[in-house]
């Protein structure tokens, strides 16, 4: 079955400390992987998204994202928190069928909180 | 350029009231999907439209749940008569057709509408 793990529920670090939010999936293809954000108030935003090619992932906001196959993860990075990353993060697998459409599976959510 | 726009906000029922939660999307997408997230759960799928056409309902959680989008414009879900399961954040997205290759398309989500069922 099609699913999505994000293990971590919350997560508290310091500002201007790294960040690693891990994300497995299970999918039977090769997967398209997405992550979102959502701040307070407001909608799930796109941080980035892997179809292919490199498997390292460059998104907004100064984060990046590394497709392990052997491993079926895709956790989420960041070098440098700031108070405004914190936010609720979520990993999602793209679900592909015939016609084409993509049909979002997405994970928990982790819950980031930044400590000044 | 506006975004997906969601209305209520939030809403607040009774158990077996009706509720009709509205989804505006993006101008020009003809991709519209509803999810769901109960309880602090996994957001979840609900159902996708193409233009006017349900394409795959099969989130949907039981028959009083009942998505249309009449002219492929706006869609509407109404929850009817309410349960107290059914209490959790409703999302819509919408996507464009034609970018990327079939599953790459971008969705953007609108903020959700809170819905509380007593």
Same mark, same amino acid.
């Given at each position: %079955?099609?699913?999505? &793990?994000?293990?971590?529920?919350?997560?508290? *670090?310091?500002?201007?400390?790294?960040?690693?939010?891990?994300?497995?999936? !299970? #999918?039977? %293809? &090769?997967? /398209?992987?997405?992550? /979102? *954000?959502?701040?307070?108030?407001?909608?799930?935003?796109?941080?980035? =998204?892997?179809? !292919?090619?490199? &498997?390292? *992932?460059?998104?907004? =906001?100064?984060?990046?994202?590394?497709?392990?196959?052997?491993? !079926?993860?895709?956790?989420?990075? =960041?070098?440098? *928190?700031?108070? !405004?990353?914190?936010?609720? #993060?979520?990993? %999602?697998?793209?679900?592909?069928?015939?016609?084409?459409?993509? =049909?979002?599976?997405?994970?928990?959510? &982790?819950?980031?909180?930044?400590?000044? | 350029?506006?975004?997906? $726009?969601?209305?209520?906000?939030?809403?607040?029922?009774?158990?077996?009231? $009706?509720?009709?939660?509205?989804?505006?999307?993006?101008?020009?997408?003809?991709?519209?999907?509803?999810?769901?997230?109960?309880?602090?759960?996994?957001?979840?799928?609900?159902?996708?439209?193409?233009?006017?056409?349900?394409?795959?309902?099969?989130?949907?959680?039981?028959?009083?749940?009942?998505?249309?989008?009449?002219?492929? $414009?706006?869609? $509407?879900?109404?929850?009817?008569?309410?349960?107290?399961?059914?209490?959790?954040?409703?999302?819509?997205?919408?996507?464009?057709?034609?970018?990327?290759?079939?599953?790459?398309?971008?969705?953007?989500?609108?903020?959700?509408?809170?819905?509380?069922?007593?």
């Amino acid at each position: %079955a099609q699913s999505v &793990t994000q293990p971590d529920i919350h997560i508290t *670090v310091s500002e201007g400390a790294s960040l690693e939010l891990r994300c497995n999936y !299970s #999918y039977g %293809a &090769t997967p /398209y992987l997405f992550w /979102y *954000v959502q701040s307070p108030g407001q909608g799930l935003q796109l941080l980035l =998204k892997y179809f !292919s090619g490199d &498997t390292l *992932v460059q998104g907004i =906001k100064g984060f990046e994202a590394e497709f392990k196959r052997s491993q !079926s993860s895709f956790n989420l990075r =960041k070098p440098s *928190v700031h108070w !405004s990353d914190a936010a609720e #993060y979520f990993c %999602a697998v793209g679900a592909r069928f015939s016609g084409g459409y993509n =049909k979002l599976i997405f994970g928990a959510g &982790t819950r980031l909180a930044v400590h000044p | 350029e506006a975004g997906v $726009t969601q209305f209520p906000s939030h809403s607040v029922i009774e158990k077996g009231q $009706t509720v009709t939660l509205r989804c505006d999307p993006i101008s020009g997408h003809d991709n519209l999907y509803w999810y769901r997230r109960v309880m602090g759960k996994e957001i979840k799928f609900l159902l996708h439209f193409v233009k006017e056409s349900k394409q795959d309902e099969s989130g949907m959680p039981n028959n009083r749940f009942l998505a249309e989008r009449t002219g492929g $414009t706006y869609s $509407t879900l109404k929850v009817q008569p309410a349960e107290l399961e059914d209490s959790g954040v409703y999302f819509c997205a919408s996507s464009q057709d034609g970018v990327g290759r079939a599953g790459q398309e971008t969705q953007y989500f609108g903020p959700g509408t809170r819905l509380l069922v007593l």
